[in-house]
Nanobody
Framework: EVQLVESGGGLVQAGGSLRLSCTTSGFTFEDYAIGWFRQAPGKERERVSCITNFDGNSYNEDSVKGRFTISGDSAKNTVYLQMNNLKPEDSAVYYC?????????????????WGKGILLTVSS
């Protein structure tokens, strides 16, 4: 059974940092691209960052470039999203998702599996 489990969310002040983790199981980690997406209340789900695990290449949306870093650890089957200099507009439910043999950038509509999401709230 494929599972993606997000962890590390919570409440942080603007300018602070937080690291999200996406722990995966049930598939061959290196065969998949993993993406982080987010959805704020009343808004559509949007892409944040993506990584192809077989080569470690990554993609970041302009809104998070220079602030967020996506990385993968194949030994732990886990993808991380390091978030620095957080802003109130980063507040959302963050989801990780996986797509087999995915290429960059990853797309909301193209992901095969999704986690349940985790809430991040950035206070001003």
């Amino acid at each position: 059974e494929v599972q993606l489990v997000e962890s590390g969310g919570g409440l942080v002040q603007a300018g602070g940092s937080l690291r999200l983790s996406c722990t995966t199981s049930g598939f061959t980690f290196e065969d998949y691209a993993i993406g982080w997406f987010r959805q704020a209340p009343g808004k559509e789900r949007e892409r944040v960052s993506c990584i192809t695990n077989f080569d470690g290449n990554s993609y970041n949306e302009d809104s998070v470039k220079g602030r967020f870093t996506i990385s993968g650890d194949s030994a732990k089957n886990t993808v991380y999203l390091q978030m620095n200099n957080l802003k109130p507009e980063d507040s959302a439910v963050y989801y990780c998702a996986a797509v087999r043999m995915g290429l960059l950038p990853c797309f909301v509509e193209g992901m095969d599996y999704w986690g349940k999401g985790i809430l991040l709230t950035v206070s001003s």
